[in-house]
């Protein structure tokens, strides 16, 4: 169930999302990552994950899949990998677009959310929200 005036997203309640997974945010065999945090170094991102599930990359590899992972080489053959989701999940590939689209009602109740869901949470701070987010 949604936060009160906040409408769930088509794959559910995206705070019930991040509360739910942020039980497990401690466990070693739990690696968070945020799109931000990829996008603000494809590389680093990575080599963070292949180092967390223990596979050697050589920086020829390491190029290889920064280069098929950008927003643009996924976009380009999302047809074949997404079908029928391709606009929902491949719109711009930027970071903090939605303040294009909310209203200033959405954002105020979309902070409030964040702020008695998940602020305090290890989650909450990974997020950056007021860097990324808070509008």
């Keep these: 169930m949604s936060p009160p005036g906040i409408r769930g997203v088509a794959f559910g309640c995206y705070f019930e999302y991040l509360s739910e997974w942020n039980k497990y945010a401690d466990q070693e065999n739990i690696m968070t990552i945020t799109y931000e945090e990829v996008k603000e170094n494809p590389a680093l991102a990575v080599k963070t994950i292949a180092t967390f599930f223990g596979i050697p990359l050589t920086e020829e590899q390491l190029q290889l899949v920064?280069?098929?992972c950008s927003f643009q080489s996924m976009k380009k053959n999302s047809e074949k990998t997404h079908g029928e989701f391709v606009d929902v999940l491949f719109r711009k590939g930027c970071v903090g677009d939605w303040?294009?689209?909310?209203t200033e009602d959405q954002n105020e109740k979309m902070d409030k959310a964040f702020e008695e869901h998940i602020a305090g949470t290890k989650l909450g701070k990974k997020l950056k929200y007021d860097l990324y987010c808070k509008a």
């Design 66 to 68: 920064v280069d098929r």
């Design 99 to 102: 303040k294009n689209l909310f």
